[in-house]
Each structure stands twice: as C-alpha cells, then as structure tokens.
C-alpha cells in the first residue's frame, strides 16, 4: 500500500512562530503537494515539486515555503504563522505524469492563536 | 477541465449498492473521469479512473455513458466506514497539479 505519512494530525501553534510541517512517501514516488483544505474553498494548492530539489508555486504560496532534500520527503514551512493559515494541510504525492492518481496523507490540523 | 455536477447528498443501506452520478457534458476527447473520496478528518482517497471503457477495482466500479458526459461510480456492497464526501474530477491524465480542484462533491451516508 502506498503511504504518504504527515508528522503530526494537531498541532497549536503561537501567531509569528516558524512552523514546520512533514511528510513523508514510501513509493518512490516523483511529484509531492502540499494542499490546504478551509470549508466552502476546497482544496488549494500551495507548492508541489516533481524531483529533489525543485519546486513550483501553487495558487497560494505566499506565506509559505518548502524544502525537498530527499525524494521521499516534502516539507512545508509556514515562516511567521498567522490565524488565517489556521486551516487542514494535506500532503500527496504521486508518479511522475500522474498527477491526479495522487495519494494523500491523512492531513495536519493547524490552529494558529 | 471539464466541470462536474454531483447530488450533494445521497443515502444508502448498508450492504446495498450505492450509485454516485456524475454530469461532465462539456468533457474532452483527451479528459479522463476520476474519483476521489473523503472521509470525515482524513486526507482525499484516490479511487478509480477511467476514460471511455468501464473500469473495476476492488473499491469500486466506474461505468461512463458511451457519449462520456456522464458517469457513475459503483460501490457495490456499501458499508458504513464507506460514508465519505465523493468527489468526481474530470481532468487531463498529465495535467499540471495546479488546479486540481475538488468541488463540493456527494456526501454518502450509509445507513445501518
């Protein structure tokens, strides 16, 4: 079974605070995203990266960044937290071409106080 | 892409088939129909998809109308861990990630 792991299911953090958010995939797989899910919004793409080391803006980067080092790992990073990044983050990932087969984590609530 | 109408509630008995209907009538020759779904608190499942031929798996079956502007997906003996948020996506196999949109979707409630 493919799995996409998020480091943590809730986390609380303090407005201006450094967050960070991880994900792991043990498929190999090539592409990995970072979603955000607010009720009545949908799913908003934020960052996704096809290889190691590259990455490309979504629809709603600003505020955040990422880092891929490693294939199987994709991290988001939220630089000073604001109440209005308080939402559900979800990580997926997928083959390359693939797109939309993709597989997702079961998703980080983030509250921002 | 395509847009999709979904019902956006359904119920179902448990154990029964449960048949989600999707409308894409302004589908294109190279769009594939996919299927997602998600369960209250938890990330999108990937479920099935499918071009012009009927597809099964062993979640779901897909069957899409020989003109593809509608499709249904089947969920053949529905239990109630099967009550989720479906969505139906109609979209290019090698799309960009950028606008993978999920819609509001049908809301299954499988019922005991």
């Known amino acids: 079974d493919v799995k996409v792991t998020q480091s943590s299911r809730y986390l609380v953090k303090r407005t201006g605070e450094k967050v960070f958010l991880e994900c792991v995939q043990d498929?190999?797989?090539?592409?990995m995203f970072w979603y955000r899910q607010d009720p009545g919004l949908g799913l908003r793409l934020i960052y996704f990266?096809?290889?190691?080391?590259?990455?490309e803006k979504g629809d709603i980067p600003e505020g955040y960044s990422v880092s891929r080092e490693k294939k199987e790992r994709f991290s988001l990073i939220l630089e000073s937290a604001s109440t209005n990044q308080t939402s559900m983050y979800l990580c997926?990932?997928?083959?390359?071409?693939?797109?939309?087969?993709?597989?997702f984590g079961q998703g980080t609530r983030l509250t921002v106080v | 892409d395509a847009k999709t109408t979904q019902p956006p509630s359904m119920d179902c008995a448990e154990g029964r088939a449960a048949n989600l209907p999707c409308n894409h009538s302004t589908i294109s020759g190279n769009e594939y129909v996919y299927w997602y779904r998600q369960i209250h608190s938890q990330g999108p499942q990937y479920i099935i998809h499918?071009?012009?031929n009927n597809e099964t798996n062993e979640m779901a079956s897909l069957i899409i109308t020989e003109d593809r502007k509608s499709s249904t997906l089947i969920l053949p003996h529905a239990t109630l861990r099967d009550t989720a948020v479906y969505y139906c996506i109609v979209r290019v196999a090698s799309g960009s990630a950028r606008q993978l949109t999920f819609g509001s979707g049908t809301q299954l409630t499988v019922l005991p």
């Open positions: 990266s096809y290889d190691v080391k590259m990455k």
């Open positions: 997926a990932s997928s083959l390359s071409g693939r797109v939309t087969e993709a597989f």
């Open positions: 499918g071009l012009k």
């Open positions: 498929m190999d797989h090539e592409n």
